[in-house]
Every structure is written in structure tokens, then in C-alpha cells.
């Protein structure tokens, strides 16, 4: 091994010695992949596998290999679940703080009366932490050849080398069809080889948390078997009681014995290790048992159960193209070297590489669950916030990709997770705010109970999560038009969040609705010190985005006119959104309370992250004043080149594309590109660290919005196309009122768009500049094609007749 050290030391430092242009290639790198010359050398920076119920990471060392195994369902039981306080009880004296000005007390007291009903102080949800890890050992020598690659693909992770003028390979890949783990390792010639199972390593101040949550940790081997049992010291009803790890070993050739429960492998031509985990609720004699049948029953062919597992997640993987016709020499540096020169120039070929390395991940860690903070995967027993469900910011900006990018099976993960907690969420309601309906707080994890409370971020006063969820679910009917789905899970939900903010919302004395108390995610005024406020313009967005769909929703399944009737009373007594002394639009809609722009989030655009707010695009006035809000906070981000919080930036970019600002569009997307990203192309919270899957859902949605914007019945062309894209090209992707794009290029001042629509509709289409000629190639008539300015047409589409448009504009950037 220290052979092999020697040599990665002295090519890292031929490396750096290496002019600006001299650029390491590797000649089989794929566009939908990549390889690193580097193994990791901590777990952020390891390859990914996931099949959204197993996860893997992947070193890639060629001896001593460690591969952390993940499980979706692996959270520690650690922190007892407690029914949300009493907040109604003092609701009253929170709102009065409020209306006096007094916003610290307001905050001040949630906290003060959780400590008084024994939260004692924040309490984070139970964390998420992986199952084991896997140890391969292997004959030390001298290393050549060296390569870890992953195939967005296939899923496999692949490491290879030669050593001493023998060839070895090991892939890696977690099947989505047999819910397995496969790894397989070949030679040229026979090899030697030692497999075991490992706990996580733990750190010295992690010993009384591990002893206190872990109860016990068997670890055995025989007959070719390998088993890892853990089972946790509390147990509560919304959590696991334990998980069996279960591993075969099938051999060609060689044979293999049993020492201190590792299993030495002599003279094999090549092995496969199939691995199966089982997380269980209660104290489970067969869960073992079950893991194991669960290997027992697969033909341990290794192509066979890969061939099972790409015609899967392959075909989710390529139902989208993305083409920006970048240098192929950029496509083919390995990843250490294509971000080292990301730090420093921006290159097309990197985000085409980047595109598909965040649907990658973000397909790979979706399945039973929807991603966490840090998707399915993790390296410690100690994430950052638990890696549980943020819902006012992450997990949003997570899914977000999910409908537009042509994968609409993995948001229902996302709505059987918040399906399962409505009673929670009804509890919440109940207890912090005295209303019907649902609540959802900004953590979620194992339950869905508030329980995280603090004076500064008072996160009991947020309303805003369950429009925000509601507007997901609303939003995969328009996409889909599944009246079934929009009757029997959309609109219940959507209702049981209208049900709350008609028993929350006051009348003021204009006859305005008052959202008191309000909060708009983890900033403050200017002014005040606390983020306790009324009327967080955020709150009041989700509040009219949600009474508006239901109100669609309700009349499209024959909803009581009494209902509706109350719905849009509702909406007209709204408070409406309002600009400062300089124009821009104001995040908190209250007397007084000044803009606060130097901060990560920014909320109060909300209306601007998806569909456009119709109030906002109605008003000149008020899209200037998201304008000038865009500019100030980009002023921020340029201070700190681009700064922490990657969501954030995700959401300015998407802002940026509503507003048909392709420069801002492209400009986030260099510091992107550029910071947030492992060798390994996972993704980051911060600049150049944190490991988390937010940017991995956002990346691709950042794009597709600004080459394609829909409505129902709406679609617009490049509505805000990076200036530097002078040529390119995407397919497959999804538009609202049930429109595929199948294919979609530009190139100077042309436009080819090929599509097809589910039903007979009538749509607009628009396109980014003057049309000078129109060519309808395929399934269009003149008189299925009206102009009505000189960038919008008007376009009948009937079911299922595939589309071709040409088009001529003067200029396209």
C-alpha cells in the first residue's frame, strides 16, 4: 500500500507542476460518467450507488477497500418524539407581542413553554447513519493503470488496476430490482482476498452517544455467510428496533475459510458478493432470515442481476438528453482534474457532466423514501442536522426536478412520506395553533411532530409547509392530468391545509387578513432582531398560491359552491404584496419592518421558484420589485462568490429564469459548477464541503427552466438562455398540461422544437425573440398555428400527434 501511496503522491505533484492548458484526459471517460485517477480518501469524496433503498460509497482503494453501506430506513432511535406543546395556550400573548412590536418576546415564548414541558431545549430527530461497512483485503503491490469510474448508466462503481502485471477489476452496484447490493471481483489471474463486515469507526467524544443508542453489535461469518446484527438500545413507536445485515460470497475457483469472523478467500478466478440489509420495527428473529432468502433466490450471476437492475434504472437514467456540444477533451478529464479547472474557467462540457451526475444521484438515492439532507448515503454517526427532511427549503429544492425531468414515479415517495405523517401534522395544528387541518413542520424525520424549538429560530411560527407540500402534489396533476390521483390524495390533502387557514387567519381593521405569527425562513428585519414577524410575504404567497389550486381542484371534482364560494372571499381579503421606498419587494408585509438582504434565503420570491405567482406577473411594478430584490441578493452571493447554503443559490438561479434573466442564470450556475461539487460529483451544501443531495435535485431544474417554461395551456422557449449557449440541445423533458418535449435545439438564430401532447389542447407557445418564419414540419396545419404577437403563437395539438416546429428568429440571446 505504500507503494501505491508514493506513486498518487508524485502524480499529484506532476500534476501541479502542469501549465494551465495541459489538462489530464482520460480517453474512456463518458459523457454519462466519470472516472477519478484518485481513490477517496474520506467518505464524502466516495463513489455513489443507490437503488433509493440501498445506498453504497465506494473508496476505490485497490487493498484495504471500505464500502459504507446505507439503508433508507436507518435512523438511530436517539430522541424520544413528544407531542407538539401547548402553543394555543398562549397564542393570544404571541400574537399581542407581535401587534406591539415586541417580536423577541413573541419568539421568546414557544421556547419558554417548551422548556417548561420538558423539551429541555432544541431536540433534533433521531440522525440518519449507515449500516456497516464492508472491508476488502487485498495483496499489496505495485499499483498501475489506476481507475475508479462510475456509469450514470448502469449504476456501477468500477475500480481497476494493474499490479505486478496482473489485471484486477471490482464493480459495484445496488440493484433497484432485487434489492441487493452485487459486488463482484475479477483478475487476469487468480487472487487472494479477505471480506468482512465492520461497524463505523466511531470518534472518542462519540463513545457515551453510541453506547447510550446501540445495545448490542454481533458480527459473524461461516460458510461463505456473512452477518451483521445490530439492534438499538431505545425503542419508540415511530422508529426501528434494529436492521440484520446479510452478505454471500459465491466463488470460481479457489476456496475460502473462516478467521475471527472475516472470510479468506485463496486462489479465486473471481468473486461475487451479494449483500441484503433488513431494518425491522420489532424485535425480529427472522429479519436475518428474511435478508438472506432474499439473496438465496437470485441466480448469483453478476450480468444477470445487472441486466435486471439497468433495465430499470437505465431506462429512468435515459429518458433525458442533455447536449451544450462542449469540448470533448473537457468531457474526458477525470473528475479531480475537471474540478480543479471548474475553480477557474467555465466550460459547457462541465455542466453537461454535471447534469447528469445530479440526476444520477438524486435517482439513485429515491425510492422508499424521498432524499434526506444528504439523499441516501452518509459516512458518520453524526450528520449535520440529523440529515433528516428540511422542509422549508431543502427537501423542495431536492425534489424539485422530479415532474419536468421525466421522473414522476419518484415524487411518490415524497407524498406517501407526508401521506403517513398527517396525523402528526393534524396534531400539530391542534396543539400549536388551535386549528383544523394540517401543519407541517420545517423538520420531519422518523415522525412528524414539532418538536424543534429555539428563541432565535422560532420554527413553531411557521405556516407555510403544508401549502408548500400541497403545491407538489396539485402540481403532479397538472403535469399528469391523473384526475384518479387529484381526487383521492391531492386535493384531501390540499383541503386539510385550506381547513387551516381558515380557522388561522384574523381580520385586521382593513379588513385584510393578518398572519399572526408569521415567519419567513430563518431571516430577520433589519430592524429587529428577531425572526418572529407578521405577515412574512412567504406565508402569504403559499396561502393564496394554495386557496387558488384548490379552488381549480374543487371545481374540477364538483366541490360544494359554499366552499369555493368561502375559498375566493378568502383570497380577496388577502394582504397585498408591497414594495419599499426603493421598489423592490418587501419580505415582510408589516409596518416598519425593513428588508434584510444580506441573508442565504430568500422566501419572500417564492412566488417566483415554479410557476409564476399570476398576482406578481400581472403587476409591472411588483416584477420590478422582484427584480431589484434578484439584484441585491446577487450582490451578496458576488461578495461571497457565491457563499454557503447551495439551496439558496439553486432558488436565485430559478428566480433569475422566471424573470427572463439568462446572464444571472448563467453566472449562478459558474460558482455551481465551480464549488459545489465532490471528485466523486456528489454534491455540497457549502463551497468546496458538507455533503448534501439539495443541489442534485436543483441542478437539472435550474436548466430545464431556463430552456422551458410551462403553464397549462402556456409554454414558453428559452425563456432565459445563458448567453455563452449558443448551441445545444435536450430531450424528453415534461411540461405542465401533459406535453412531452421530445427534443428541443438551438443553435444561432434558429430554434427546433419536436413534442407531443397527451390530449386535444390549445396552448400558447412563445419564443425568446422576434419570429421571422415558421416551418410546421410534422402533424400541424396552418390553421393549427395562429400568430397572435410577433413572439407568440397560438397551437392546436391533438392526442398523441407528434409535433415538429422550425423556427427563424432574429436573434435567440
Known amino acids: ?304 442481476i445487472l441486466l435486471k437492475h439497468t433495465e430499470i434504472h437505465g431506462e429512468l437514467f435515459n429518458r433525458v438528453n442533455f447536449n451544450l456540444y462542449g469540448s470533448e477533451r473537457d468531457r474526458n478529464l477525470d473528475a479531480e482534474v475537471m474540478m480543479l479547472q471548474a475553480k477557474n474557467r467555465y466550460s459547457c462540457a462541465f455542466i453537461e457532466k454535471q447534469f447528469y451526475a445530479s440526476r444520477y444521484n438524486i435517482l439513485s438515492a429515491t425510492g422508499i423514501k424521498p432524499p434526506n439532507l444528504q439523499g441516501i448515503w452518509g459516512g458518520t454517526w453524526t450528520p449535520p442536522w440529523s440529515s433528516v427532511f428540511t422542509n422549508d427549503g431543502n427537501v423542495p429544492v431536492a425534489i424539485s426536478s422530479f ?32 386549528c383544523r387541518g394540517i401543519n407541517i413542520p420545517a423538520h420531519t424525520g422518523t415522525h412528524g411532530y414539532l418538536n424543534h424549538f429555539g428563541d432565535v429560530w422560532c420554527l413553531s411560527l411557521w405556516t407555510a409547509g403544508a401549502g408548500w407540500v400541497s403545491s407538489f402534489f396539485f402540481d403532479y396533476y397538472l403535469y399528469t392530468g391523473d384526475i384518479t390521483f387529484l381526487k383521492e390524495r391531492a386535493y384531501p390533502f390540499m383541503k386539510e391545509t385550506a381547513h387551516f387557514y381558515e380557522d388561522f387567519l384574523i381580520e385586521g381593521p382593513n379588513g385584510r387578513f393578518i398572519f399572526n405569527p408569521s415567519y419567513s425562513p430563518e431571516n430577520n428585519p433589519a430592524n429587529s432582531e428577531s425572526q418572529a414577524v407578521i405577515n412574512a410575504t412567504m406565508d402569504v404567497m403559499v396561502a393564496r398560491q394554495l386557496l387558488k389550486n384548490c379552488i381549480k381542484a374543487g371545481n374540477l371534482i364538483g366541490e360544494n359552491p359554499d366552499k369555493i364560494k368561502l375559498w375566493k372571499e378568502m383570497l380577496n381579503k388577502m394582504p397585498a404584496y408591497e414594495l419599499n421606498e426603493k421598489g423592490e419587494l418587501r419580505e415582510w408585509i408589516w409596518p416598519e419592518l425593513e428588508e434584510n438582504h444580506a441573508h442565504r434565503h430568500v422566501s419572500h420570491l417564492y412566488g417566483l421558484y415554479d410557476i409564476i405567482d399570476p398576482d406578481l406577473a400581472a403587476d409591472p411594478e411588483l416584477i420590478d420589485g422582484a427584480r431589484k430584490v434578484l439584484m441585491e441578493k446577487l450582490k451578496v452571493r458576488q461578495a461571497d462568490n457565491g457563499g454557503i447554503m447551495v439551496f439558496g443559490l439553486v432558488q436565485l438561479a430559478w428566480i433569475a429564469a422566471s424573470l427572463g434573466n439568462g446572464k444571472t442564470v448563467e453566472e449562478i450556475l459558474q460558482w455551481l459548477s465551480a464549488q459545489y461539487w465532490s471528485n466523486s460529483l456528489a454534491t455540497y451544501h457549502d463551497p468546496n464541503g458538507l455533503f448534501n443531495m439539495d443541489l442534485s435535485g436543483g441542478f437539472q431544474q435550474v436548466i430545464i427552466k431556463a430552456l422551458l417554461y410551462s403553464e397549462t395551456g402556456m409554454i414558453r422557449i428559452l425563456p432565459a438562455l445563458p448567453p455563452t449557449w449558443k448551441q445545444g440541445e435536450i430531450s424528453g423533458i ?69 409535433v415538429s416546429l422550425r423556427v427563424q428568429l432574429d436573434v435567440i440571446n
Request: hydrophobic share 35%.
Open 1 to 304: 500500500m505504500k507503494i501505491f501511496r508514493h506513486q498518487i503522491t508524485l502524480i499529484a505533484f506532476i500534476l501541479t507542476l502542469q501549465c494551465y492548458g495541459e489538462l489530464i484526459c482520460s480517453a474512456s471517460n463518458p459523457v454519462k460518467g466519470f472516472t477519478s485517477w484518485l481513490p477517496a480518501r474520506t467518505w464524502d469524496n466516495a463513489m455513489l450507488c443507490g437503488n433509493g433503498t440501498m445506498g453504497a460509497m465506494i473508496y476505490g482503494n485497490p487493498h484495504d477497500e471500505t464500502i459504507i453501506v446505507n439503508h433508507a430506513l436507518l435512523y438511530l432511535p436517539n430522541t424520544e418524539p413528544l407531542k407538539p406543546i401547548d402553543q394555543i395556550s398562549i397564542l393570544d400573548e404571541i400574537r399581542q407581542a407581535g401587534l406591539d412590536g415586541d417580536f423577541k418576546k413573541a419568539s421568546r415564548l414557544p421556547y419558554e413553554l417548551a422548556l417548561k414541558e420538558g423539551y429541555g431545549g432544541t431536540r433534533w430527530h433521531d440522525p440518519y447513519i449507515p449500516a456497516f461497512e464492508i472491508k476488502i483485503h487485498m495483496d499489496a503491490g505495485n499499483i498501475e493503470k489506476y481507475k475508479r469510474s462510475v456509469n450514470f448508466e448502469t449504476g456501477e462503481a468500477i475500480v481497476s488496476w494493474s499490479q505486478d502485471g496482473k489485471t484486477f477489476k471490482r464493480q459495484v452496484f445496488t440493484s433497484r430490482a432485487d434489492t441487493v447490493l452485487v459486488i463482484k471481483i475479477s483478475g487476469t489471474e487468480s487472487f487472494n482476498c479477505q471480506v468482512e463486515l465492520k461497524q463505523l469507526p466511531v470518534e472518542w467524544d462519540q463513545w457515551d452517544y453510541i453506547n447510550s443508542t446501540v445495545k448490542k453489535t454481533e458480527i459473524t461469518a461461516y460458510d461463505n455467510t456473512l452477518r451483521y446484527s445490530c439492534e438499538f438500545n431505545k425503542k419508540f413507536t415511530e422508529s426501528i428496533s434494529g436492521f440484520e445485515g446479510a452478505g454471500r460470497i459465491y466463488l470460481v475457483g479457489g476456496s475460502s475459510r473462516v478467521k475471527n469472523n472475516s472470510l479468506y478467500i485463496n486462489n479465486a478466478n473471481e468473486i461475487i458478493l451479494l449483500l441484503s440489509l433488513n431494518p425491522y420495527s420489532q424485535n425480529d428473529s427472522s429479519a436475518f432470515n428474511t435478508a438472506l432468502n432474499r439473496i438465496n433466490k437470485l441466480n448469483p450471476d453478476y450480468k444477470d
Open 403 to 434: 415532474m419536468s425531468s421525466n421522473l414522476e414515479e419518484l415524487i411518490m415517495a415524497y407524498f406517501r412520506y407526508h401521506e403517513s405523517l398527517l396525523p402528526h401534522y393534524r396534531e400539530n395544528a391542534k396543539n400549536l395553533f388551535g
Open 734 to 802: 415534461k411540461l405542465r398540461g401533459q406535453i412531452e418535449v421530445k427534443r428541443l435545439s438551438w443553435e444561432e438564430n434558429s430554434i427546433n422544437v419536436d413534442m407531443v401532447s397527451d390530449i386535444d389542447q390549445t396552448a400558447s407557445i412563445s419564443f425568446p425573440d422576434e419570429v421571422k418564419n415558421i416551418e410546421l414540419t410534422e402533424g400541424l396545419t396552418k390553421n393549427d398555428f395562429q400568430k397572435k404577437s410577433k413572439t407568440e403563437y397560438i397551437i392546436k395539438l391533438q392526442k398523441y400527434n407528434p
